[in-house]
């Protein structure tokens, strides 16, 4: 998951531009081709943060997910900046024909998973009823007893293998096309796994993951070539596209505006942040995390705007971060619950549990001292 997270990073630059790497001639865009592509960007790009967001509070109740520290995310940036120079390093020494196949064939298998994770309750739904639903589990143990350590522990059924079979046409036809359809598919499942898997444990280290991925984009996209150079010259289903000139062409329009899934990937795991905290206060609305929404709806605007008045591609975060960060907490600030929000761990249910753990293991060790006096 890392490597997906550092890859989508190299895409951040060619937020909601043109593809300039399409070799074909390309049809002019319309006003009303412009306006149809940019809306349908900015819809795809909120479906993965709410669905996502609202799939992490589940995943998060079910499982344990492993959480990004204080200096987890401080280092992000420069880890992600050290994946991104490389980058750049390969693309010179080597042909991007073959840097890409190999890159193809990467996220081929990794589409069809993350698509067949999304989809394998819905696939599942539309299975008939003559084909028996059958359950596996594979296991791979090391050790034995108490110490013993699963390996591979994974539960699946005969309806996950149809989702995965029917998943593997999409890839197919991404595969053998590069259809930009195929592409968004890929790419919104990529975004919803990533947003509902990564976790923040709290927002200080939401807002230190943020902040630096802030000067990050600004100073790899305007600093110096290297976001640009990389971005065009890396191709895999890690950016949402739509064509500008669907109107007049169809399906086989070749025109497009893209917005890069870190701009989709890194406010959403701070924005699924938001919805677990709302739902911590045992409120009944939801409001952090729909004033947040609505803050990146507006962030993506500004982008949007600012990209078509200076005809230059724009680093999307130097719009959302602020947006992200700066509304939560100016509401906390204006409603007296700023204290709770940086107070506030997605782990603080554990600890609480352990520590009455801790409690009843006192009072039976404190029960069991007295019956020995006596």
Known sequence: MDNFVKSILAQTSENLTENAGNKTERTPSTPEGMAVAYGSIVFMAMLPIIFGSYRSVVY????????????????FPIMASCALFALYIVFKLFSKEYINLLLTGYFFFLGILALTHLLSPVIGNLVPAAIPNIPFHITFKQGEGETAQYLIDYRFSTYDVVSLAACSL??????????????????????????ELLHLNNVVTGCILLCGLFFYDIFWVFGTDVM????????APIKLVFPQDLLTNGLAANNFAMLGLGDIVIPGIFIA?????DLSLKRKSKFYFHATIVAYFLGLMATIFVMHVFKHAQPALLYLVPACVGTPLALALIKGDLTALFKYEDSIDEKVEEKKKEAKDGKQQASGKKEKVK
């Open 273 to 277: 942040l938001l919805l677990r905290f």
């Open 228 to 235: 640009v150079t990389v971005a065009k010259s890396f191709e």
């Open 170 to 195: 999409v890839g197919t036809w991404y595969l053998l096309q590069k259809h930009w359809v195929a592409n968004n598919l890929f790419g919104l499942a990529f975004a919803v796994n990533a947003v």
């Open 60 to 75: 998060h109740k079910e499982k344990k997910p492993e959480k990004m520290t204080k200096k987890d995310a401080a280092m």
